[in-house]
């Protein structure tokens, strides 16, 4: 264990947020979502874990990773098929640990299903949560820290 750093982030993680870079997507899913073969075909070409509930993997992360400032779809959502202005619990849950992260609302777009296929195959990694409510897919676009 590391002092300072939430005990959710294992090595492999903590490498690939160090990693990226300004602009690199990450994608952190649920137990449904095809992980290892969307993972396949990212910059880290593998499944990565954090075997919690979506929002407390996404409030781990969000503990070292900025999100993008200067775009408007850098906290995404997959949206619920048939009805894509629904908001379910846990994507609910997860806009109150961006939110806490950044410190002010946050704008979280939705994306159509296989449209969030093909953002997660161009990400840098996937991170497979043990989330098992459906629709805890998510995108979070890396940003910057700015010099001390």
């Not at 449904?32 to 075997?51: E, M, S, Y």
């Not at 195959?121 to 910057?144: N, P």
Request: charged share 25%; with cysteine; glycine share 6%.
């Amino acid at each position: 264990m590391l002092k300072g750093i939430n005990p959710l982030l294992n090595a492999e993680v903590l490498h690939a947020l160090a990693a990226m870079g300004h602009g690199d997507d990450l994608v952190i899913v649920d137990t449904n979502f095809p992980a290892d073969t969307v993972a396949r075909q990212t910059v880290c070409g593998k499944v990565l874990r954090i075997d919690r509930p979506a929002p407390e993997a996404v409030a781990a992360v969000l503990s070292v990773y900025p999100l993008d400032s200067f775009v408007d779809d850098a906290a995404a959502r997959m949206e619920v098929v048939g009805s894509p202005d629904e908001v379910l619990p846990v994507q609910r849950e997860v806009q109150a640990e961006i939110d806490s992260a950044e410190g002010k609302e946050w704008p979280m777009i939705s994306i159509e299903r296989f449209a969030f296929y093909e953002r997660a195959k161009q990400a840098y990694c996937v991170i497979q949560t043990g989330e098992r409510r459906f629709y805890g897919c998510f995108a979070l676009r890396k940003g910057v820290i700015p010099p001390g």
